[in-house]
C-alpha cells in the first residue's frame, strides 16, 4: 500500500515541474539556510564547554559603582589565589591571565606575537592537550615557554619542538632566550585563551617570568588589570562564593575599592553568550528567529502553491471517493506527497551544505563546522523536519481537498478550492510580512553600521595606518622611538607620524581620578588616561576646542593638562571657554594642575559606549608606548607601505611591521554587528525569493483559471494594462495589509536593538515605506511579466479552454 502511495506521489510530483519545483527550491533553501545557522549557533553555543570540569569554571567579573572605574574582565590581582588558599573547601583552582604583545624571534623570523603570562594552572586547571611537553610541569620553569601548534609550524616548520628556543623582546628592549616546554594541540574555541581583549594568545609564559617585561605585581591588591578564573570544588555553587568574596575585599582592598566593586563569578559556560551586553546571544537569536521566520514562509509557501494548483486534481480526487477511497486514505496520499517533496528537499540542502558553508563563513566572520561534527544531530534534525514540515505543509491541503464532495469533484467543479481565495491571500499576506520585517531589520542594521564607519567619529581615519613597535618603556627609549617617528615623518610618502600607547580600538583601559581645584576629592571623576606624543591629534585631525595640545617643550611639565569636552562637562564646566585655564587635582596630591587645553570629543571606543573624560599625558611624562600611527600622503597608498616597510627594515631591525588601516581597526571592533548585518543580507535575500515564488504560482494559477476570462475581455477591447490591473490588485491590499501589520513589528524590534547603542541612528519613516513600495514593486513587475504572455495570447485560443 506505501509503495502505491510512494508511486502515485513521485507521478504526481513529476507531472506538475513548474510547481514542484518552486516548492523544492523555496523548502530547500529554507532549510539550507536553518542548518548553516543551526551549526554557527551550536559553534558560538559550544565555547567553553570542552574546556576539563567547564561546569565548575567561573570568570570573576568585576562590577564597579562608577563603570569609569575598572572594566568587567579584569579584576583584584591576588583575589582568585587568596580564594583557593582561604577557601579550599570551596576553590579548587585558580588561573590569572596577564596579555600583552612583544616581538618574538628565531632565525631571521621576527614576529609580533599575542602572549598570555599566567600561573602554572594553564594546562591542568582548563584540560589543553599537549602534543609534546608534559602539562604538570610545562608552565613551571622561570624562562619557558608554551606554545601553539601554529607557532611551531610558523618558525620551525614542525610540531615536535620541544627543547628548542626562541627570543622574546623585553619593553627596554632587551632579548632573552625562552625554552619551549610544551606544543599545544589545536585548542577549543574558548574564553581564557582567545577571546579576551578580542586577541587569540599563541605563547604562554609562567608567571614567575612576569618581571622580565615587567608586568603589574599581580599580589597587589591595589591592581586591578588581570583577569581570573577559579574552578569550584564539586557541589559549590557562585552564591557560595558571594561571602567569601566580600570578606576578601574587605579585608585586603584600599577603601577606595572597597566602596566601589562587587566582584561575581559568572558561569564560563555562559560567559561568551552573555559578554558585551548580551551580544553573542542577541545576534544568535536574531539569527535563529529568522531562519524560523524563513521555514515558516517556506511553508506557507508550500501550503499556497499546493492549494493554488490543486484545480488539476479535483476529478482525480471524486473518483477515487466513488470507487470507494476513504477519506483518511486520500489524506495519507496528500501527505505522502508532501514528505516526499521535503525529503527531497532535505536532500537537496545537505549537497548545497558544503557548498555554501564557505560563503556563509566568511559572511558570520568565522568557521562554520561540517555536518559531521554534530555526531548525527544534523541528520536527527533533517528528518525531523522532513516529518514536521511535510505533516505541517501537506495536512492542511489534504483536509481542504478531501473534503470536496464526490459529485461535484467528478463533474471537476473547483469553486470549492476557489473559495479558499480568502485562505491564500492571508498565507500570502502573513509572507509578506514576515519579508517586510526581514527588509526593514536589514534597512536599519546596515545604517547603524554605515554611521559606526561612514559617521562623524570625531576624528580622520581616512589614509591612517597603525603598527605596533618594540617598546622600551624607558626615557632613552621614548627619546629613540621619537628619532624613529621624526625619520618616519620625513618621508615623501609619509604626512605625519605619532608615538602612542592608544589607538582608537576601544582598548584603552587606563583610568584615574581628577577633580576641580575649587572643590573637594569626593566629587572626583575617572578619566580615561591616553598616553600620546605631540603630533596625536594632528594624525588623527582631532580638532581643538580651546587652548592647545600638548607640546614636546611642556611634556614634562606635570601642571599642565589637555581634557576632552566629556571631562569639562563632567567636572562642570559647561563650555571649552569656561574651562580653559582652570585648575584640577588628583587625590592625594596637593599641586593643582592647570588645563591648557581641550580638545573636541571624538570616539576612541565603539560607538556602544558613551564617549568618557579623557584626560592627555605625555609619552615623555608616562614613558608608556605601543603604537605608531601613521597618516600616509593622498594618492599611492601602497608606495606608502612600501616606503614605510623599508625605512622599518632599516630603524627597527629585529621586528616585523605588521600593519592595520583604521577601517580594518573598526571592522575588528564591530565584529558582531558585521556578522548580524551579512546574516540578515542573507535572510532578506531568500525571504524575497521565497515570497516571489509564492507570487508566481498564485498568480500562474489564478491566469490558469482566469484564461477564458482573460479573452473575453480582450475581445470586448479591454488593454494588456487593464488586463495586468486586475491581478495587481488583487495583491495591492494584501501588501497594504500586510505593510500595517509588520511595520509596528519591525518598530518595536528595532527599537529595541538600537537602544542596545549609546550613539544610533533615528528610526525613521523611510525605512518601513521603503521596504513596502519595494516589494510591492518587485511583486508588480512579477505579476505584469506574468500576465504579458496571457495577454499576448489569441483570444480564440484562450475562449476554447474549458
Not at 614576529?111 to 594552572?121: C, K, L
Not at 618581571?211 to 578564573?229: G, H, K, V
Amino acid at each position: 500500500m506505501l509503495k502505491n502511495y510512494l508511486i502515485v506521489a513521485w507521478r504526481n510530483i513529476i507531472r506538475r515541474p513548474f510547481y514542484s519545483a518552486l516548492n523544492l527550491a523555496g523548502i530547500a533553501m529554507a532549510i539550507l539556510f536553518l542548518l548553516l545557522v543551526t551549526a554557527f549557533s551550536a559553534s558560538e553555543w559550544n565555547v567553553n564547554r570542552q574546556l576539563r570540569h567547564a561546569d565548575r569554571l567561573y570568570y570573576l567579573i568585576s562590577e564597579w559603582k562608577n563603570t569609569d572605574e575598572g572594566i568587567p574582565i579584569t579584576t583584584l590581582g591576588p583575589l582568585a589565589r587568596r580564594l583557593k588558599e582561604e577557601y579550599p573547601n570551596l576553590v579548587a583552582n585558580y588561573y590569572r591571565g596577564d596579555y600583552t604583545t612583544s616581538v618574538v624571534s628565531h632565525g631571521d623570523h621576527h614576529f609580533r606575537e599575542h602572549i598570555d603570562v599566567g600561573d602554572s594552572t594553564l594546562l591542568t586547571m582548563f584540560g589543553f592537550r599537549l602534543l609534546a611537553g608534559d602539562a604538570n610541569t610545562a608552565m613551571k620553569m622561570p624562562f619557558s615557554v608554551v606554545i601553539k601548534q601554529e607557532i611551531a609550524q610558523k618558525y620551525f616548520g614542525r610540531t615536535n619542538v620541544v627543547g628548542e628556543r626562541l627570543q622574546i623582546q623585553n619593553f627596554s628592549g632587551g632579548l632573552h632566550e625562552f625554552v619551549i616546554t610544551g606544543v599545544l594541540a589545536d585548542l577549543p574555541e574558548n574564553s581564557v585563551t582567545d577571546l579576551n581583549f578580542e586577541n587569540h594568545h599563541t605563547l604562554f609564559i609562567p608567571a614567575n617570568t612576569a618581571a622580565y617585561f615587567p608586568r603589574p605585581n599581580r599580589e597587589d591588591w591595589t591592581t586591578i588589570t588581570f583577569p581570573s578564573f577559579v574552578q569550584l570544588q564539586k557541589g559549590v555553587t557562585a552564591a557560595d562564593l558571594a561571602r567569601p568574596i566580600k570578606q576578601l575585599i574587605q579585608k585586603y582592598a584600599p577603601a577606595d575599592v572597597r566602596q566601589d566593586l562587587t566582584v561575581r563569578p559568572e558561569a564560563l559556560l555562559d560567559y561568551h553568550l552573555q559578554k558585551d551586553n548580551r551580544l553573542v546571544a542577541r545576534t544568535l537569536y536574531a539569527l535563529c528567529f529568522i531562519s524560523l521566520f524563513v521555514l515558516l514562509m517556506a511553508t506557507v509557501n508550500f501550503i499556497n502553491i499546493t492549494i493554488s494548483s490543486s484545480a488539476g486534481r479535483v476529478k482525480e480526487i471524486g473518483i477515487r471517493k466513488v470507487m470507494g477511497g476513504l477519506r483518511w486514505e486520500i489524506i495519507l496520499q496528500f501527505w505522502v506527497e508532501s514528505v516526499l517533496l521535503v525529503l527531497f528537499a532535505a536532500i537537496l540542502a545537505l549537497f548545497l551544505y558544503p557548498v555554501a558553508q564557505p560563503g556563509f563563513a566568511s559572511l558570520v566572520g568565522k568557521p562554520i563546522p561540517d555536518l559531521s561534527e554534530g555526531s548525527g544531530y544534523a541528520l536527527l534534525l533533517v528528518a525531523a523536519l522532513v516529518i514536521i514540515l511535510g505533516a505541517a505543509a501537506g495536512l492542511f491541503p489534504a483536509m481542504a481537498l478531501s473534503a470536496i464532495r464526490a459529485a461535484e469533484s467528478v463533474k471537476g467543479k473547483i469553486q470549492m478550492v476557489g473559495g479558499y481565495a480568502r485562505l491564500r491571500k492571508a498565507l500570502a499576506g502573513f509572507q509578506f510580512g514576515l519579508a517586510e520585517i526581514v527588509i526593514i531589520a536589514a534597512i536599519i542594521v546596515t545604517r547603524q553600521i554605515g554611521y559606526f564607519f561612514g559617521g562623524d567619529l570625531g576624528y580622520s581615519k581616512q589614509y591612517v595606518v597603525t603598527a605596533q613597535v618594540p617598546r622600551d618603556w624607558s626615557a632613552e627609549g621614548v627619546r629613540r622611538m621619537e628619532s624613529v617617528r621624526d625619520q618616519f615623518a620625513a618621508l615623501p610618502e609619509v604626512k605625519k607620524v605619532s608615538l602612542s600607547y592608544e589607538i582608537p580600538d576601544g582598548m584603552n583601559q587606563g583610568r584615574g581620578p581628577v577633580y576641580r581645584a575649587d572643590r573637594d576629592s569626593t566629587t572626583a571623576i575617572n578619566v580615561q588616561v591616553m598616553i600620546t606624543d605631540e603630533k596625536y591629534m594632528d594624525v588623527y585631525s582631532v580638532p581643538m576646542k580651546a587652548g592647545s595640545f600638548l607640546t614636546a617643550a611642556t611634556a614634562l611639565d606635570l601642571r599642565k593638562v589637555v581634557v576632552n569636552e566629556a571631562a569639562i562637562r563632567a567636572l562642570g564646566w559647561s563650555t571649552p571657554g569656561e574651562a580653559l585655564g582652570r585648575g584640577v587635582r588628583f587625590p592625594g596630591e596637593d599641586s593643582v594642575c592647570t588645563i591648557v587645553g581641550i580638545t573636541a570629543d571624538f570616539h576612541f571606543n565603539s560607538m556602544k559606549e558613551k564617549i568618557p573624560p579623557i584626560l592627555y599625558a605625555h609619552v615623555r611624562q608616562a614613558p608608556n608606548y605601543r603604537y605608531l600611527s601613521f597618516r600616509l600622503a593622498p594618492g599611492n597608498t601602497a608606495a606608502g607601505i612600501r616606503a614605510i616597510e623599508k625605512k622599518w627594515a632599516a630603524t627597527l631591525p629585529g621586528s616585523s611591521f605588521e600593519y592595520r588601516f583604521m577601517d580594518e581597526t573598526l571592522q575588528n571592533l564591530y565584529k558582531s554587528e558585521l556578522q548580524l548585518q551579512r546574516s540578515v543580507y542573507v535572510a532578506a535575500f531568500i525571504s524575497l525569493i521565497i515570497v516571489l515564488m509564492g507570487v508566481t504560482a498564485f498568480v500562474a494559477m489564478s491566469i490558469h483559471k482566469r484564461t477564458k476570462e482573460i479573452g473575453i475581455r480582450k475581445v470586448l477591447g479591454a488593454s494588456a494594462g487593464a488586463i495586468s490591473g486586475l491581478f495587481i490588485r488583487d495583491f495591492a491590499w494584501v501588501l497594504l495589509i500586510s505593510g500595517l501589520v509588520a511595520c509596528p513589528i519591525a518598530w518595536i524590534v528595532m527599537r529595541q536593538w538600537l537602544d542596545s547603542y549609546a550613539y544610533r541612528v533615528p528610526l525613521t519613516a523611510w525605512a518601513f515605506v521603503f521596504s513596502v513600495l519595494a516589494l510591492g514593486g518587485v511583486t508588480v513587475l512579477l505579476i505584469v511579466l506574468q500576465t504579458l504572455k496571457a495577454t499576448l495570447q489569441n483570444p480564440t485560443d484562450s475562449l476554447k479552454m474549458e
